[in-house]
C-alpha cells in the first residue's frame, strides 16, 4: 500500500491540518501565564448512577480539556460531568483553540484529562507516517508511547472511529446496491461520481490511491470530470443534492444523519484509524485508579453511530454540548439529574 504521511481527519469541521497550522501559531498565546484561555460555560451536575455509581474519586483534582470542535466539546462536557459526579474537583478547560495547545497543555501538566485519537496522536504528535491498521495493535502502540514518552496513560478506546469515508445518499446507494469501497468496482461510468476536498484530491496518499486499492483508476475506469473538488463544508450537500454520487466524509459527521448518507464500509482498512479513548496524566491514575472504572463503562457506548447523533444534536439540532452530554449520560443510566 502506498505510504500516508501524517493526515490528521478527526474534526467535522475545520480539517485538522488548518487546526495543526493554527494550533502552532497560537500556542504561545493559549498557554501563557495567564492559562489557556478557554470557555468553559455552564455544565449540568448530577449524581453517578447504574454501573458508575460506586466510583468515588473524592480528593481528585482534574482539569479536564479538550479540543474546540462541535465532537471534542460533548466528550469533554461528558467527561466533566463524569468526574464531578464521581466526587472529583473539577476544572473545565474544554474549548482549547487548536489541536495541538490541547496538546500541549497535557504535556506540560495544565489539563490532567482529554480525550484524544489513536490516529492523530500516532501520525501528528509521535511522527510516524505509516498508520497501523489493527485498531487495537493502533491503540496498544499510541498507549505504549505515551506512557513511556510522557507518564500518560490511554484507557482503552471507544468503538467510534471518526476517520475519513466516502459517503452517498442512503436511496441512490441502496438502488445501486453499494455498501462498500470494493463495490465501486461495479457503478456504472456515468454514476462514478465523486465530491472531494482539494487536499484530498491532490495527496499523495489521498484520493488516487484510495482508488488504486480498490481496482479503479481516475481517467480510465472512469472520466476525470467526474470528480469535483469542494471545500470540505460545501460537500456534504453537494452529494446529497445529487451533483456527486459519492462524497468525501469525516465518518462521525452529525450532517451524515441529517442528509441520510450512506458511508461505505472500508473493507480493505485503507483508511487510518481514529478511535477515541479518555486520556489521563499518570499521576491521577496512580493515586486513583478507579477512574478507569468510571471511563470503562461509558467509553464502550460510544459508537461511530452515537456520536454521529450527538453531533447532529449540536451541530444539526442546534443544542449545547453540555446539554447534549448530560443528556445522553443519563439516558444510558450513568447519572440521574
Not at 83 to 99: C, E, H, K, R
Not at 115 to 139: C, F, H, L, R, V
Not at 316 to 321: I, K, L, P, R, S
Request: hydrophobic share 40%; with cysteine; charged share 25%.
Amino acid at each position: 500500500m502506498t505510504p500516508r504521511p501524517p493526515r490528521t481527519p478527526e474534526p467535522s469541521r475545520p480539517t485538522r491540518r488548518a487546526l495543526l497550522l493554527t494550533g502552532a501559531g497560537i500556542l504561545g498565546l493559549g498557554l501563557t501565564g495567564c492559562g489557556l484561555g478557554t470557555s468553559g460555560g455552564f455544565v449540568p451536575s448530577g449524581q453517578a448512577a447504574g454501573p458508575i455509581a460506586d466510583v468515588d474519586l473524592s480528593g481528585a483534582k482534574i482539569a479536564v480539556g479538550s479540543k474546540e470542535y462541535t465532537e471534542q466539546l460533548i466528550l469533554g462536557k461528558l467527561a466533566v460531568i463524569l468526574l464531578s459526579a464521581a466526587g472529583a474537583d473539577v476544572t473545565d478547560l474544554t474549548n482549547i483553540p487548536g489541536s495541538s495547545s490541547a496538546r500541549q497543555a497535557m504535556l506540560e501538566g495544565q489539563v490532567q484529562m482529554q480525550w484524544e485519537y489513536t490516529g492523530t496522536a500516532w501520525i501528528a504528535y509521535m511522527g510516524e507516517s505509516e498508520p497501523i491498521p489493527d485498531e487495537q495493535k493502533q491503540y496498544e502502540a499510541v498507549r505504549d508511547r505515551d506512557l513511556k514518552d510522557n507518564d500518560l496513560v490511554w484507557l482503552p478506546p471507544a468503538p467510534m472511529n471518526n476517520t475519513y469515508g466516502f459517503a452517498g445518499p442512503r436511496e441512490k446507494l441502496e438502488e445501486l446496491g453499494v455498501t462498500k469501497l470494493s463495490d465501486l468496482g461495479k457503478v456504472p461510468k456515468d454514476e462514478l461520481t465523486f465530491c472531494v476536498e482539494s487536499e484530498f484530491n491532490n495527496r499523495n496518499d489521498g484520493f488516487v490511491p484510495m482508488l488504486k486499492t480498490y481496482g479503479l483508476t481516475k481517467g480510465k475506469d472512469f472520466p476525470e470530470n467526474n470528480v469535483k473538488v469542494l471545500g470540505q463544508g460545501a460537500i456534504y450537500q453537494a452529494t446529497d443534492d445529487g451533483l456527486c454520487t459519492f462524497g468525501e466524509v469525516f465518518t462521525t459527521d452529525g450532517r451524515i444523519k441529517a442528509l441520510d448518507l450512506l458511508v461505505l464500509k472500508d473493507d480493505k482498512g485503507y483508511f487510518p484509524k481514529y478511535n477515541v479513548a479518555p486520556v489521563l496524566a499518570k499521576s491521577v491514575v496512580d493515586q486513583f485508579p478507579q477512574v478507569a472504572d468510571l471511563f470503562a463503562p461509558v467509553t464502550d457506548k460510544l459508537t461511530s453511530d452515537v456520536m454521529i447523533d450527538l453531533n447532529a444534536s449540536v451541530d444539526v439540532d442546534g443544542e449545547d454540548a453540555a446539554d447534549v452530554a448530560f443528556a445522553w449520560l443519563e439516558d444510558q443510566g450513568f447519572i440521574t439529574g
